[in-house]
């Protein structure tokens, strides 16, 4: 019986300690289906969405798509940083449903200054088919009205490929923009 209770401990500590922080999985751009390429919504350039009451500048050169059918309600859109299509940046919207529920800020997020929105940032790194990953999460939620958006702006990259994918993904963040509206 107690090497039963003492298995069981072990194994409960051993899960506990293998995800990531913050409570997220470490996932690829495939995962996020971020990179879905010439699918649903095209974004190039200042884009902005009165809906949701954003605006955000893609990279240069860059097409991000929705991997939605145009027909979907828009969610946000994802694009790739190399070839391969393992490096990208993923930027996810939604309406909170309840105005009573807390937003969905994770707790120990280092803030990260947003027009119009709180926002937090982690990070998660560990092996995926052995190979080393980083996602670097910002976490936001914006009041708008009497409502508010909520969403997340992953980046999902293999170790190695860091310094210019957050340059990138620096950028991209601080021009995301929200209106009150």
């Known amino acids: ?9 072990a194994a409960i ?5 293998s995800f990531p922080s913050f409570g997220e999985s470490l996932v690829t751009c495939k995962d996020l289906g971020a990179v879905s390429t010439g699918i649903g919504w095209p974004a190039r350039g200042e884009f902005s969405n009165d809906d949701y009451g954003f605006s955000v500048r893609v990279p240069r ?10 027909e979907a309600p828009f969610h946000g859109f ?3 940083l190399d070839k391969t299509r393992q490096s990208c940046i993923n930027l996810y919207l939604e309406w909170r449903v309840d105005r009573d529920e807390p937003p969905p800020l994770p707790p120990g997020l280092v803030t990260v200054p947003m027009d119009g929105a709180t926002a937090g940032v982690a990070e998660t790194h560990g092996e995926i088919n052995g190979k080393p990953y980083l996602n670097r999460v910002v976490y936001f939620t914006s009041k708008q009205k009497n409502e508010f958006v909520d969403g997340q702006i992953s980046l999902i ?9 957050r340059v990138m993904f620096d950028e991209f963040v601080h021009s995301l923009r929200f209106s009150q509206h």
């Open 1 to 9: 019986m107690m090497r039963t209770h003492l298995r069981c401990a």
């Open 13 to 17: 500590l051993f899960f506990a300690t």
């Open 61 to 70: 050169n860059v097409t991000a798509w929705s991997g939605a059918a145009k």
């Open 78 to 80: 994802g694009f790739s």
């Open 157 to 165: 990259i293999p170790v190695g490929d860091e310094k210019r994918a």
